[in-house]
């Protein structure tokens, strides 16, 4: 059987305290008792299941929403306080006890149940019940606390374990990191040499290439201006020549041309010399008959030479 145990007060007596046990059997909604006490008496009394299911039929609830609200009002304890209120009454011969349990609302409240309670002929018996249920809860609470207390030292005592653990772990992580970074140092400067070496070579391979190419064409232009001076050369000989060749027959040319004669003007007077040397006396009256044409031919063939 399952039991709680709470302090009210009713809002008929506001200064007033009692103690509410409420016991059940597996689940409430099968039905509970209950013992009300101020400390001087004691009424006990008891709610059957068919009560349970005409409350929760005169509230117009599902019965399971019910059975929920009656474990908040009379169950939770301190975290229904200020949504449920209790009331109790009693006859004048204090034989009987009204107890009523209500669900406040914004605009009012609603009666979730009721209850009568009988007094209990020995009352003593009752608070000395509800102390005793009070010290085996504090026991099993004691207990309990105790079980949470070795269960958070050995919790604790794990931590620093696994702090000493992790500290190690965090020093063994840094002298690693450390030898890495020295091997990393050492490898990259290992590579910068190679690739300043292979950097060296591929610029001095580079420079040969480019001074072998210079050379190359160097030789090559070399040898072609040598070709072309010679080519020239020759040209320029075999032009003189056949300048020379042909620039001798050019004026006896245009001196026929110009003169428009088919016959060889200059003949003509070697002739008359040479008959003037072997016939002198013959020929003199011919050269003395020419001495006004031949000046002007020799001009104009001067002019034309100019």
């Not at 009331?87 to 914004?106: I, P």
């Not at 027959?249 to 088919?262: H, K, T």
Request: charged share 35%; proline share 3%; with cysteine.
């Amino acid at each position: 059987m399952e039991k709680t145990l709470n302090r009210i007060h009713p809002v008929s007596d506001p200064e007033a305290t009692y103690f509410l046990q409420v016991s059940w059997e597996k689940d409430l909604g099968a039905g509970f008792g209950i013992a009300l006490s101020d400390g001087q008496c004691a009424w006990t009394g008891a709610v059957s299941e068919a009560e349970i299911s005409r409350e929760a039929d005169d509230v117009e609830m599902n019965r399971e929403k019910y059975v929920e609200e009656l474990k908040k009002a009379l169950i939770a304890g301190e975290e229904s306080v200020g949504r449920y209120n209790f009331a109790v009454s009693r006859d004048d011969e204090n034989t009987e006890c009204h107890f009523s349990y209500e669900r406040n609302l914004k605009d009012g409240s609603f009666r979730l149940g009721s209850v009568k309670l009988q007094k209990v002929l020995s009352p003593a018996e009752v608070v000395k019940g509800l102390i005793g249920w009070c010290l085996d809860c504090l026991g099993r609470l004691q207990a309990k606390n105790e079980h949470l207390q070795k269960e958070n030292e050995r919790l604790f005592s794990c931590w620093s374990d696994a702090e000493k653990r992790l500290e190690k772990c965090v020093e063994a992580k840094e002298e690693l990191e450390a030898d890495l970074y020295n091997r990393f140092i050492l490898v990259l400067n290992e590579k910068k040499a190679k690739i300043r070496n292979l950097q060296k070579l591929l610029n001095e391979a580079k420079e040969s290439a480019a001074a072998a190419k210079y050379t190359r064409d160097t030789i090559t232009t070399t040898q072609m201006v040598t070709g072309e001076e010679k080519e020239h050369d020759g040209s320029t000989d075999e032009e003189s020549e056949n300048l020379a060749q042909s620039s001798l027959p050019a004026v006896p040319e245009r001196r026929d041309s110009l003169l428009g004669s088919p016959d060889v003007i200059d003949s003509a007077p070697r002739r008359k010399q040479r008959q003037r040397t072997a016939k002198p006396e013959r020929t003199g009256s011919k050269m003395a008959s020419h001495p006004t044409e031949l000046p002007a031919k020799e001009k104009l063939i001067t002019k034309m030479n100019h």
